[in-house]
């Protein structure tokens, strides 16, 4: 099952939203989980089942769809949001998006 | 609370096997509740899951990888390893361990990841 982030890059200011796709090619049902990773850092698990967050993840990160479209979105982005995130399917194997870079805009 | 680190060879040659270990603290691979995978990162790329491995010691493999890889547990020493046969270039990469539930393959908790450079 591919994985199709989008967008690459997306500019955003410190206190606004940002919305984050993830399509897989085929049916996944929820087995979806979203991570966080910043430079030189392990990835973090936000998200799993599509929209249940992971232990200790602040509430403005939330997870939605089903299928084959997938959201993540951050209410207010905080300094600390800004990294790289990936998606990744768990219903036929693992795999991961190409990820998104969240920027400073 | 769970941990997991990595170690292992920073450089190995083409043609060789890359050999990595993860040690576990904070909890048990003995856990019917977990499995323990292996992610990789090549330089400014995405993450490649190679494989995971159960404490009973069933194994599932990347099938780009499958002919190449093996993967075990060691109970005593609370560790499980990776063994990656006939490396080229294309293997470079930040290697991760990480841990999931059965339940379910995402991936709840990630060691640091360590660097292997392939280059003779």
Not at chain 1, 38 to 55: D, F
Not at chain 2, 23 to 46: F, L, V
Request: charged share 10%; hydrophobic share 35%; with cysteine.
């Amino acid at each position: 099952i591919v994985m199709t982030q989008s967008p690459a890059t997306l500019s955003v200011s410190p206190g606004e939203r940002a919305t984050l796709s993830c399509r897989a090619s085929q049916s996944v049902n929820v087995n979806l989980a979203w991570y966080q990773q910043k430079p030189g850092q392990a990835p973090r698990l936000l998200i799993y089942g599509a929209s249940t967050r992971a232990t200790g993840v602040p509430a403005r990160f939330s997870g939605s769809g089903s299928g084959t479209e997938f959201t993540l979105t951050i209410s207010s982005l905080q300094s600390e949001d800004f990294a790289l995130y990936y998606c990744q399917q768990y219903i036929n194997w693992l795999t991961f998006g190409g990820g998104t870079k969240v920027e400073i805009k | 609370q769970l941990q997991l680190q990595e170690s292992g060879p920073g450089l190995v040659k083409p043609s060789e096997t890359l050999s990595l270990t993860c040690s576990i603290s904070g909890g048990s691979i003995s856990s019917d509740n977990n499995y323990w995978a292996w992610i990789r990162q090549p330089p400014g790329k995405g993450l490649e899951w190679i494989g995971h491995v159960y404490y009973s010691g069933s194994t599932f493999y990347n099938s780009s990888l499958k002919s190449r890889v093996t993967m075990s547990v060691d109970t005593p020493n609370n560790q499980f390893s990776l063994r990656l046969y006939s490396v080229t270039a294309e293997d470079t990469a930040v290697y991760f361990c990480a841990v999931g539930y059965s339940s379910g393959w995402f991936l709840y908790n990630w060691g640091q990841g360590t660097a292997v450079t392939v280059s003779s």
